[in-house]
Structure formats: structure tokens, C-alpha cells
């Protein structure tokens, strides 16, 4: 007990003597509650040093404690420096321990010497070999260090982008920049580009091709307007695109249509060929871009107002628009899975007619995606509604189930058989060949409300008219079967758009053989 009385008493005054001993020194970096004092074992220091940007000297006061002290008695860092002219090491330090404090009296000063070449005064004060050991190793190391931090950051880099696309994105505004294939040579067109960077996903290009693209097209001409914006023709070396730009209002259109056509496995045929998504923005105003595949034929509304077709084209078109609606409609199970999706705007004007007559759905800014996980359908928050003239009868008088994904897909089909309709009428069978006309534009007006439409399709039951004709011709006919398959008021009873698939496909179509 006394024994631990005794060596209580001894820590407590060696504390106190070690207290005592502590040299209090004046430290510039220190706050104003420790009275801008600092307490050390070892030396108070005082250095002046050089602002190589700005000239400026700069003065500090600071301790060194006795363990960054070597010697301990005579530091090497607080000795008086050489004069050498190869010691240029532009800071002098002069150190003190004789009394509390006592650094504050001394205001170190910078030698100086006239360049022999240039006659500038120069500020340098030289010191020993050991001082530039204690400044340059410590810089060194952390040099070291720096270097070794970016070169693992450079290596991930590159693991997880593609060479290639670094290289686009950092000439982005470069027209002459090559895209390089596997093979070291430019690539030859966007399908090419398409097919190296999206590694069979299908969930198109990475953002950063898709910058660099749409940042190098050049504007041709208008070919479309409608209510999200205007239509161009651009072209990318050389290749045609086509642009659609989005008003700032549509931002949500936009952000959709972008979002749908990078689903991943959605790129098919009978798809639009999405290429890039950008918003440009001046300071003034913003633009939104969707680039895509550009066909010259145009829309399908287009091409049927000044092209008849054969019966052979007819079924052509038919199955390549009820095969992209099908794909749409499909879900495909697995990693690298897609989920269905439904357009919700399906008609004439958002199809597209490629240059071997078949056809590519288009305008997916409306869509919406179940997610099979949770059972939800993903409806995006949009001021748009789909075309009114093409609304199915569940659709115009709001008794469609939305929390049920299958109801979308109804009536997805109720605006196929709408489209096919336009395109029977323009078959050319036996040289009788109708006007082009929308779908019911016999009793309603160019642009007809909701009440209009479903007074029509809802109340009086009416669907577009089929000439009797068509019953003398088998593909016609057929056709003409089809249609009514799609247009039941009771949205259970319609076909799938993959029975109307293989319907088509198994459609023989002679060309004017009447029956």
C-alpha cells in the first residue's frame, strides 16, 4: 500500500517537472484560445521562406519537437546555411530555446545574389546536403505515392471503359476523328459502331458514343413536325440520320422515348434503330435530341398517301409491323432479360417504312414496361395521351384495367387492326384502288375530342368500314378477318400481336387472283 503511495507521488512529480520543463514558443498557426502558443520539447523556430508565384516572403513561427530534432543538441535543420551556389533552397530557419517565447524576436532574411546572365536579384539561401535529404524525401515519397494512386485509378479506367470510347469522348468535337473497328481501320457505318460497342445487349450505344455522335451531325433538313418538336435529316459522315428534336416542354417525352429504346434486348428489325440521346444546351435555350436510323420512304401515313402497294408488300408490311409489336410485347426471361413493353400510341405516323418495304416501330415516348419481379406496370409521369383517333373502346371510356399489363397490349392490338385497315385500303387488287383516309374519318373530324371518339367506337359500336369487295380477294379477305379479330369491344377476346405474327406468316398472298 505504501509502495503504491510512493510511485503515485513519483508520476505525479515527474509530470509536473516535465510540465515545467515544456518550452511554450509563439505558433502563427495556432488559435486564439492557446493564445497563439504552442508547447514543445524541443526548439521554438522561426523560418522565412520565398512565394516562387508571387515573391512574397513568408514568416512562420512554430515548435519542433525534440523528436524531430537530429542532432538533438544541434538540429540540422536550425543551422546556419552555406553560401554555395548550387544551395537554393529558398527558406532559412533560425531556432531557439533559451527562453519561453523567445522565436518571436527573430525575423530570418533571404540572401540574395545578381543572375550573372540576366542581372535579376534572385532570393536563395543555400544550405547542407542533409537539409535538402530532410525537404526532398518526404516530397519524394509523396510523389511516389501520387504517381501509384493514379495509376491504379488509370487502370480501372480502362478495365471498365473501351479504349475506343475515351478516345471519341475526348475528341469530341473533332469531325475527322476515326472510330476504330477490331481491325485497326475505320469503321464503316453506324451499324458497324452499333454492333463493337453494345456486345449483343441491344440495350444501345454507351452514353459517351452516344455524345460524341450527336455532337458531329450536321442538320440537313426538316422532314416531320408534330406535337413533341420537329423531325431532321442530319448526316454523320456521310450517312443520313434522323433527328428528332424535343421542345423544352417535352422534356418528359424525351427522357422516356431515351430511357425505352435503351432497354437492354430491345433492338430488333422492326424497332426504330436508336442511335444517341443529348440535350444541347447554348445558355439561352436547350435542345433535345433522339437520334435514329433515318428511312427515306418515311412514315407509313407518309408512304400510303402517295404509294399503292400489292398485295405481296401488303402482307409484308403487316407481318414486320405485328413482328416489332410482338417483340415489344415479349418478355425475355435471364440476365440479360427484357421486360414487355407496351407502346400505347400505335398508328400510321409512328411507323416507319424501310427501303425493302417492310416496316419499324417507332415512337416509343409513351411506352410503358412491366416489371415481372414485383408485379407493377411502370407507367412515367406525362402530360401526353395517345391519339385519340386510335384509342381502343376500354381506353376512350376509361374502364381499362392499368394496373393490369395485359390491358395495354389489347389495346396496342385494337391500333394494329386500325394501321392495317390504312394499308388494305391501298392495295392494289384487280386496279381498284381506295383513297388513302384515316380510321374513321367519315364520322368524326380531322382532330376529334375524346366525347367524339367515344360516341363513335364506345356508344354506336361503329368500326371502320370494309368494302365488300375485299371478300372476292383471299389476302384481302384474310386481312380483312384480321382486323375484326382486333377490334372486338371486349379487349379479352382480341388476338395477341404474336398469333397475328403467325397468322401473316403463313398468309399466302397471290397477287390479283380473284375467288
Given at each position: 500500500?505504501v ?10 512529480a515527474?509530470s ?13 498557426i495556432?488559435?486564439?484560445e ?5 508547447e ?12 516562387r508565384?508571387t ?11 525534440q ?8 538540429p540540422?535543420?536550425?543551422?546556419p ?8 533552397f ?11 517565447l ?7 532574411t533571404?540572401?540574395?545574389r545578381?543572375d550573372p ?45 473501351n479504349?475506343r ?10 469531325a ?6 477490331h481491325n ?5 457505318c453506324?451499324r ?18 452516344q455524345r ?12 416531320g ?5 420537329e ?13 428528332k428534336?424535343f421542345?423544352?416542354r ?11 429504346y ?15 440521346a443529348d ?19 418515311g412514315?407509313l401515313?407518309?408512304f ?5 402497294v400489292d398485295?405481296?408488300t ?6 414486320s409491323?405485328?413482328t ?7 418478355e ?8 414487355a ?18 416496316c419499324?416501330?417507332?415512337?416509343l ?13 411502370d ?34 392490338v385494337?391500333?394494329?387492326?386500325l ?11 384487280g386496279?381498284?384502288?381506295d383513297?388513302?383516309q ?13 366525347e367524339?371518339m ?8 361503329q368500326?371502320p ?6 371478300q ?24 395477341t ?6 397468322t ?9 387472283v380473284k375467288i
Open positions: 500500500m509502495g503504491g503511495r510512493i510511485y503515485f507521488a513519483l508520476v505525479v515527474l509536473c517537472w516535465e510540465m515545467a520543463l515544456a518550452l511554450k514558443c509563439h505558433c502563427d495556432c488559435t486564439v492557446t493564445n497563439y502558443t504552442c514543445t520539447d524541443g526548439f521554438c523556430f522561426t523560418s522565412t521562406s520565398l512565394n508565384k515573391g512574397a516572403l513568408i514568416h512562420a513561427y512554430r515548435c519542433l519537437p523528436w524531430q530534432s537530429f542532432p538533438p543538441e544541434n540540422i535543420l536550425c543551422q546555411s552555406g553560401s554555395g551556389p548550387s544551395d537554393r529558398q527558406m532559412v530557419v533560425q531556432c531557439c530555446r533559451h527562453r519561453d523567445c522565436n518571436v524576436e527573430y525575423v530570418p533571404l540572401a540574395s545578381s546572365e540576366s542581372g535579376d536579384s534572385i532570393w536563395f539561401v543555400s544550405g547542407t546536403w542533409e537539409t535538402a535529404l530532410i525537404i526532398g524525401i518526404p516530397l519524394a515519397v509523396g510523389i511516389v505515392l501520387v504517381m501509384i494512386l493514379l495509376s491504379v485509378r488509370h487502370q480501372k479506367r480502362r478495365r471498365m471503359i479504349r470510347v475515351v478516345d471519341m469522348e475526348h475528341n469530341m468535337d473533332s475527322d476523328m476515326p472510330i476504330l473497328g485497326g481501320v475505320g469503321a464503316a453506324l458497324d459502331i452499333i454492333e463493337m460497342t453494345t456486345s449483343g445487349s441491344g440495350s444501345g450505344l454507351p452514353l459517351l458514343v460524341s455522335i450527336a455532337r458531329q451531325i450536321q442538320l440537313m433538313d426538316i422532314i413536325k408534330g406535337r413533341f418538336g423531325v431532321w435529316r442530319g448526316r454523320w459522315r456521310g450517312e443520313n440520320v434522323a433527328v428534336i421542345s423544352s417535352e422534356e418528359r417525352s424525351w427522357f422516356r422515348e431515351a430511357e425505352i435503351q432497354t437492354v434486348m430491345l433492338r430488333h428489325d422492326n424497332i426504330l434503330g436508336f442511335i444517341a440535350n444541347k444546351d447554348n445558355g439561352t435555350w436547350t435542345q433535345l435530341w433522339l437520334v435514329t436510323d433515318y428511312h427515306e420512304n412514315s401515313f407518309d400510303l398517301n402517295r404509294t399503292t398485295s405481296t401488303m402482307v409484308r408490311m403487316a407481318l409491323i405485328a416489332g409489336l410482338s417483340h415489344l410485347h415479349m425475355i426471361l435471364g440476365t440479360q432479360g427484357k421486360p413493353i407496351a407502346h400505347r400510341d400505335l398508328k400510321s405516323k409512328n411507323v416507319l417504312v424501310k427501303a425493302n418495304r417492310t419499324a416501330i417507332g415512337d415516348g409513351l411506352a410503358v414496361r412491366y416489371d415481372a419481379t414485383v408485379d407493377t406496370v407507367i412515367a409521369l406525362n402530360h401526353r395521351v395517345g391519339t385519340k383517333r386510335y384509342m381502343a373502346p376500354e381506353v376512350l371510356d376509361e374502364t381499362i384495367n392499368t394496373s393490369h399489363f395485359d390491358s395495354f397490349k389489347r389495346a396496342d385494337y391500333a394494329l387492326g394501321v392495317y385497315w390504312e394499308i388494305a385500303r391501298r392495295c392494289n387488287m386496279g381498284i384502288i383513297e388513302y384515316l380510321p374513321f374519318y367519315d364520322v368524326v373530324p380531322s382532330d376529334p375530342s375524346i367524339e367515344r360516341k363513335v367506337v364506345c356508344v354506336d359500336r368500326r368500314s370494309i368494302p365488300n369487295r375485299w372476292s380477294y383471299e389476302t384481302l379477305r384474310a386481312m380483312s378477318q384480321l382486323m375484326k379479330e382486333c377490334w372486338y369491344a371486349n379487349a379479352a377476346a382480341r388476338l400481336a404474336l398469333r397475328i405474327k403467325k401473316l406468316a403463313n398468309l399466302d398472298a397471290p397477287e390479283d
